[in-house]
């Protein structure tokens, strides 16, 4: 069996890092805007700032999610975890 390995470029790598920012970005915004509720939104914030950091810093790069993730914004595929 021949496996395939994934290896992103580093623009698409940068890219991936800036999708995922932006999610915690708007779950921020969705919060401040009371578009759901966050029992503490200034704790909530603050976790989501830091989600923002670690995901710009590459902390997650390494995770089936992430680099699933990658593919999709580079190809428009969604690779199926499971088989």
């Not at 496996?3 to 890092?17: A, C, D, L």
């Not at 578009?35 to 976790?47: A, I, P, Q, S, T």
Request: glycine share 4%; proline share 5%.
């Amino acid at each position: 069996m021949t496996r395939t390995v994934y290896r992103p470029s580093p623009e698409i790598i940068q890219k991936t890092r800036e999708h995922f920012a932006q999610i915690h970005r708007d779950c921020i915004d969705g919060a401040r805007r009371g578009e759901w509720h966050v029992n503490d939104l200034d704790r909530y914030v603050e976790w989501q700032e830091e989600c923002i950091r670690s995901s710009l810093a590459g902390e997650s790069d390494h995770t089936l999610t992430f680099l699933q993730r990658a593919y999709w914004l580079e190809t428009g595929e969604s690779v199926p975890l499971l088989p």
